[in-house]
């Protein structure tokens, strides 16, 4: 169904404007990256956010459903009604859970997995998890890669059966795939990432590989990037990474 044009008023426009800024400040996102998330081309943010341009009640509910946040007020505001995917419980096809049982989930974690182009580095980003009140369900966002243009954003699922926990990129049909445990008393999760590696021209390989989910409030400082034996969290993050095979929470069979 097409969402209709409706043009917001000046106030509400410079009130979604300030929000936004702030969303891409402490995100630290560009607004290209915000535009091609909301599928919106970077003309009609730039304008929109300039002032030169009302924002459209269309292009709002796309920015809401990139970033993940309410931005209009009043009687825009958008309803929110329980048990059809637009209240506290999450759709069918990501395990229908309530937001209130997942609550544990919620925070910024400190992402670990080998680099793929240095076998003694280990990689590091922040992923934040957070409750997406549009769409009625829990979202992924990743920040602070070191290779920024390949940050991921996605959905949570959660079913009942297996135990384990989906971060589930879906661009296109292109699929990206995290598979994790429950978590450790310390709230730690671990698990395996599935994805492509991007090699020359437009080649792209498909690899997997271990990866460990730290609460934030865990590292005292926490380093991000491609992070070498000398660093004073090294030893740290290979602990996290060593544990998934050593518990084992993931098995990797020998080729």
Request: neutral net charge.
């Amino acid at each position: 169904m097409q969402m209709p044009d409706k043009q917001l008023s000046d106030e509400q426009s410079r009130e979604i404007a300030a929000t936004v800024r702030e969303e891409l400040a402490r995100r630290r996102i560009s607004r290209q990256a915000l535009a091609e998330q909301a599928k919106l081309s970077i003309s009609t943010l730039e304008k929109a956010l300039g002032g030169s341009r009302p924002f459209t009640l269309a292009t709002t509910v796309r920015l809401e459903q990139a970033l993940g946040v309410s931005l209009r007020k009043g009687a825009d505001a958008p309803v929110a009604v329980p048990g059809n995917g637009h209240g506290d419980i999450a759709p069918d096809h990501l395990g229908a859970y309530s937001r209130r049982s997942m609550l544990w989930m919620e925070g910024a974690y400190v992402t670990l997995r080998p680099s793929f182009g240095d076998k003694d580095a280990i990689f590091a980003y922040r992923t934040e998890i957070a409750w997406d009140a549009i769409n009625s369900h829990f979202e992924f966002r990743e920040a602070d890669r070191e290779d920024a243009a390949y940050t991921q954003y996605g959905e949570v699922s959660v079913p009942n059966q297996s135990g384990h926990i989906y971060l589930i990129t879906n661009r296109h049909g292109q699929v990206r795939l995290i598979t994790i445990s429950r978590p450790t008393i310390a709230g730690e999760m671990y698990g395996i990432i599935t994805t492509l590696l991007a090699g020359r021209g437009s080649l792209l390989t498909p690899i997997a590989a271990p990866i460990a989910y730290v609460p934030m409030a865990r590292i005292a400082s926490p380093t991000f990037g491609r992070v070498l034996a000398g660093d004073a969290n090294y030893q740290l993050y290979k602990s996290h990474l060593q544990k998934i095979t050593d518990e084992p929470f993931a098995v990797f069979l020998p080729g």
